[in-house]
């Protein structure tokens, strides 16, 4: 399985700045997702994050608000746009190597927002 | 609309209480159904992957089985290290993408 980091693993910001997250992985992956869980609640993906390209935002999820990088096939940075106390979440990236597979998470990023 | 529900929603044990953890899914057919187990601080971690009706996989003192519409993670004799939330997720043909469900908060008392 892959190793995965993320940075930073936690942060308290203000709300109306923005925070980049990073995703870094051991290997080359073909699939790396991001992932956001409220306090309580389950995994809900947010994008699939796409080397050399947009990424794929969800339902829910645009561009302007969680802009997504994905310069090669071992690294992605997730950015929180003019963050509210609404965006206080647990951000986690996963890779994935094949459809039907399944994924590797990162230990996640605790995000607070005041 | 592909739809995943677990239950219970909170479990306690005994030390070596025997149980089961259910996950209930409505897909548009099953590419796969994935068993995470996570801690609290951390990230998921992968437990089991499961592909077609019929099929069980063990690991220590956890077996994951799997049906038509739902599967069930055994725990045998859970120990206290056992505690943890366990989430199953589902990838549906045709799309690559998971659907988790609320998952089950397992806690075992010594």
């Known amino acids: 399985s892959a190793v995965i980091s993320q940075k930073p693993s936690r942060d308290i910001c203000q709300r109306g700045t923005s925070l980049t997250i990073q995703c870094q992985v051991d290997?080359?992956?073909?699939?790396m997702f991001w992932y956001r869980q409220q306090p309580g609640q389950s995994l809900t993906l947010i994008a699939t994050?796409?080397?050399?390209?947009?990424?794929?935002?969800e339902s829910g999820f645009v561009i302007d608000k969680f802009p997504i990088s994905r310069p090669n096939l071992t690294f992605s940075t997730l950015t929180v746009s003019n963050m509210s106390p609404e965006d206080s979440s647990i951000y986690l990236c996963?890779?994935?190597?094949?459809?039907?597979?399944?994924?590797?998470f990162g230990p996640g990023t605790r995000l607070t927002v005041l | 609309e592909d739809q995943v529900t677990q239950s219970p929603e909170a479990l306690r044990l005994q030390e070596g209480e025997s149980s089961s953890l259910n996950c209930s899914y409505t897909?548009?057919?099953?590419?796969?159904l994935f068993w995470y187990r996570q801690d609290p601080g951390k990230g998921p971690e992968f437990l089991f992957t499961?592909?077609?009706a019929g099929e069980e996989k063990e690991k220590e003192r956890l077996k994951a089985t799997l049906t038509k519409k739902e599967s069930f993670l055994h725990i045998t004799a859970p120990k206290p290290e056992d505690s943890a939330t366990y989430l199953c997720?589902?990838?549906?043909?045709?799309?690559?993408?998971?659907?988790f469900g609320t998952g089950t908060r397992l806690k075992v008392l010594a």
């Open positions: 996963s890779v994935g190597t094949r459809q039907g597979s399944e994924q590797f």
């Open positions: 290997s080359q992956v073909t699939m």
């Open positions: 994050a796409n080397q050399g390209s947009e990424a794929t935002y």
């Open positions: 897909v548009s057919g099953l590419r796969g």
């Open positions: 499961l592909y077609s």
């Open positions: 997720a589902v990838e549906s043909s045709g799309t690559y993408k998971y659907i």
